[in-house]
């Protein structure tokens, strides 16, 4: 019988050391390791940016976790590739699965680092994309050109205004074109969304965030299920080489052992903090998927189990009152980044979405996003109040 989520986060690629009898995965800081005769491996591994004991402890429980809602018989084929960062993760899967010519679809409102690698960085090497809503089917559609369109990229729920793709429906459609699907699932994490079994090629992951879920470590992950597409990104892993150190290899695991728990307090809180912004004279607008009036809710409660710890929401009284709130704060830390255990405060149109400005990706100057953390509910809601004033 498969495992449960809860239960595959704290086991998988976690067997006790065969020797020691550690029950946590040793961090092996060798760059190379000693040959039994040349090409005679032990547990094959011979050089660190091929293969690491760390990181194959990792890549071993990112594949189980993103595997829990596929049927038995495909959770084996599903693999997984650690990388330095999440972008370093989008660099390389870009490079494997596009070529000079190659055109891809992005949300128009895509993670600012992930369209400025796509337009900024790829642009230059003939990888040619075009913006669409990743919340509107048939803009998707017209975005693609048949024959040319060779990976249509989702992210949901979005950030900083939470729009929701439906992954199911978008990947039906990328496959009808031939085209791969991959998604960026670091805003709702494994534990909420398992895109693989919803029809995606390939799931990435900055672990930076909710997976490492500490706020001391950047890292990233692709996750497939198709081996040509497994070989294909392993080769560019090795051959590229941004791949990530033993010890942040570690950090990443030992995060995702509390990932479930540390979501449910993430969403738990996150609903208590939308009940109150959205009854708060000072707010104008409050976007979270789980409220019935957002556009994505129907598609959100049925591909994510619960709708995250990610808030934002638009000040009454304009940017400059924004801001003031934003420094208020004083559990809240005015910081970029998510996912953490600790409650963050930004203001995107100044910090994580200033390079948006004059985009089609800029946002309301009005606008605060909220990663919501751990802490106890009384104490976060009691600091938003004053800070609203
Ligand atoms: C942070 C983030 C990334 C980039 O990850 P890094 O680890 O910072 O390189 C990609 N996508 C989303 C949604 C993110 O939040």
Same mark, same amino acid.
């Given at each position: 019988?498969?495992?449960?989520?809860?239960?595959?986060?704290?086991?998988?690629?976690?067997?006790?050391?065969?020797?020691?009898?550690?029950?946590?995965?040793?961090?092996?800081?060798?760059?190379?390791?000693?040959? *039994?005769?040349?090409?005679?491996?032990?547990?094959?591994?011979?050089?660190?940016?091929?293969?690491?004991?760390?990181?194959?402890?990792?890549?071993?429980?990112?594949?189980?976790?993103?595997?829990?809602?596929?049927?038995?018989?495909?959770?084996?084929?599903?693999?997984?590739?650690?990388?330095?960062?999440?972008?370093?993760?989008?660099?390389?899967?870009?490079?494997?699965?596009?070529?000079?010519?190659?055109?891809?679809?992005? =949300?128009?409102?895509?993670?600012?680092?992930?369209?400025?690698?796509?337009?900024?960085?790829?642009? +230059?090497?003939?990888?040619?994309?075009?913006?669409?809503?990743?919340?509107?089917?048939?803009?998707?559609?017209?975005?693609?050109?048949?024959?040319?369109?060779?990976?249509?990229?989702?992210?949901?729920?979005?950030?900083?205004?939470?729009?929701?793709?439906?992954?199911?429906?978008?990947?039906?459609?990328?496959?009808?074109?031939?085209?791969?699907?991959?998604?960026?699932?670091?805003?709702?994490?494994?534990?909420?969304?398992?895109?693989?079994?919803?029809?995606? *090629?390939?799931?990435?992951?900055?672990?930076?965030?909710?997976?490492?879920?500490?706020?001391?470590?950047?890292?990233?992950?692709?996750?497939?299920? *198709?081996? +040509?597409?497994?070989?294909?990104?392993?080769?560019?892993?090795?051959?590229?080489?941004?791949?990530?150190?033993?010890? *942040?290899?570690?950090?990443?695991?030992?995060?995702?052992?509390?990932?479930?728990?540390?979501?449910?307090?993430?969403?738990?809180?996150?609903?208590?903090?939308?009940?109150?912004?959205?009854?708060?004279?000072?707010?104008?607008?409050?976007?979270?998927?789980?409220?019935?009036?957002?556009?994505?809710?129907?598609?959100?409660?049925?591909?994510?189990?619960?709708?995250?710890?990610?808030?934002?929401?638009?000040?009454?009284?304009?940017?400059?009152?924004?801001? +003031?709130?934003?420094?208020?704060?004083?559990?809240?830390?005015?910081?970029?980044?998510?996912?953490?255990?600790?409650?963050?405060?930004?203001?995107?149109?100044?910090?994580?979405?200033?390079?948006?400005?004059?985009?089609?990706?800029?946002? =309301?100057?009005?606008?605060?996003?909220?990663?919501?953390?751990?802490?106890?509910?009384?104490?976060?809601?009691?600091?938003?109040?004053?800070?609203?004033?």
């Amino acid at each position: 019988m498969s495992q449960n989520f809860e239960t595959v986060a704290i086991h998988a690629g976690q067997t006790a050391d065969p020797h020691t009898g550690a029950v946590v995965p040793a961090i092996v800081n060798a760059s190379t390791f000693k040959q *039994d005769g040349v090409g005679n491996l032990r547990g094959g591994f011979e050089y660190a940016r091929s293969g690491n004991p760390t990181r194959s402890a990792l890549e071993t429980l990112l594949a189980a976790i993103e595997a829990v809602d596929l049927p038995q018989n495909e959770q084996r084929s599903v693999q997984a590739f650690a990388f330095a960062s999440g972008l370093a993760a989008e660099d390389t899967l870009l490079h494997a699965v596009l070529s000079p010519g190659d055109h891809l679809v992005i =949300p128009d409102d895509a993670y600012g680092g992930t369209y400025r690698l796509v337009s900024k960085v790829l642009a +230059k090497w003939g990888i040619e994309h075009t913006p669409a809503p990743v919340n509107d089917l048939a803009a998707i559609e017209a975005a693609i050109q048949p024959g040319k369109t060779k990976l249509v990229w989702i992210e949901t729920p979005t950030n900083p205004l939470l729009n929701i793709g439906d992954i199911a429906a978008i990947s039906e459609l990328a496959h009808r074109h031939g085209a791969l699907v991959a998604v960026d699932n670091t805003f709702a994490s494994s534990f909420l969304q398992q895109p693989l079994a919803l029809g995606a *090629d390939v799931v990435v992951h900055s672990t930076t965030k909710y997976l490492g879920g500490h706020s001391d470590v950047i890292g990233g992950a692709l996750i497939v299920k *198709d081996a +040509k597409l497994a070989e294909s990104i392993k080769f560019h892993q090795n051959a590229m080489g941004a791949i990530p150190g033993p010890n *942040d290899c570690w950090l990443v695991i030992r995060g995702i052992k509390t990932l479930s728990v540390r979501m449910e307090r993430h969403v738990s809180n996150a609903k208590q903090i939308v009940d109150f912004l959205v009854n708060h004279k000072k707010v104008a607008e409050v976007f979270y998927p789980g409220l019935p009036s957002h556009p994505g809710h129907e598609v959100a409660a049925k591909q994510m189990k619960d709708f995250g710890g990610m808030v934002s929401f638009r000040h009454k009284e304009g940017e400059l009152a924004a801001l +003031k709130m934003i420094e208020r704060t004083k559990v809240f830390t005015l910081a970029e980044s998510l996912g953490g255990v600790e409650s963050l405060i930004e203001h995107p149109a100044r910090m994580t979405h200033a390079s948006a400005a004059g985009s089609p990706l800029e946002v =309301p100057k009005d606008l605060i996003r909220l990663s919501v953390g751990i802490e106890n509910i009384e104490d976060l809601l009691g600091d938003l109040s004053n800070a609203l004033g």
